[in-house]
């Protein structure tokens, strides 16, 4: 799979750090949380599927790392360099083993045909 994304040679050189560098602190915050743990859940207050996410791996024992970031009335800046490192554009972000599996309708999914459990084990 490739994914689009805009081509340095085509933003000017004046923006580059800026793009580089939005929110570059949070960003690297969730990439050790990734490499650290073998599942994490990157979430958001309000919203209820993060909740559901986190009450499907309560129910199956999983552990997991939780990170929230404000809500829909705060932090959407920085969520919103996390939807561009992630490519996935809605929270919660769920990655296991260093791999973003998607959202709480994924994992459930995942979970119902088995290979949740194959791929904690």
Do not use: C
């Amino acid at each position: 799979m490739s994914r689009n994304i805009l081509d340095e040679a085509h933003i000017h050189p004046a923006v580059r750090e800026r793009v580089s560098g939005y929110h570059r602190d949070l960003v690297a915050e969730v990439q050790a949380a990734v490499a650290a743990n073998k599942v994490v859940v990157v979430g958001m207050g309000l919203n209820p599927f993060p909740r559901k996410a986190r009450k499907i791996l309560d129910g199956l024992g999983t552990p997991y790392t939780y990170l929230s970031y404000g809500n829909y009335l705060s932090q959407w800046r920085p969520r919103t360099a996390l939807k561009m490192w992630a490519g996935w554009p809605t929270f919660p972000m769920i990655f296991v083993k260093g791999t973003l599996i998607g959202g709480a309708t994924d994992l459930q999914k995942l979970v119902d045909d088995g290979e949740f459990a194959r791929m904690v084990a």
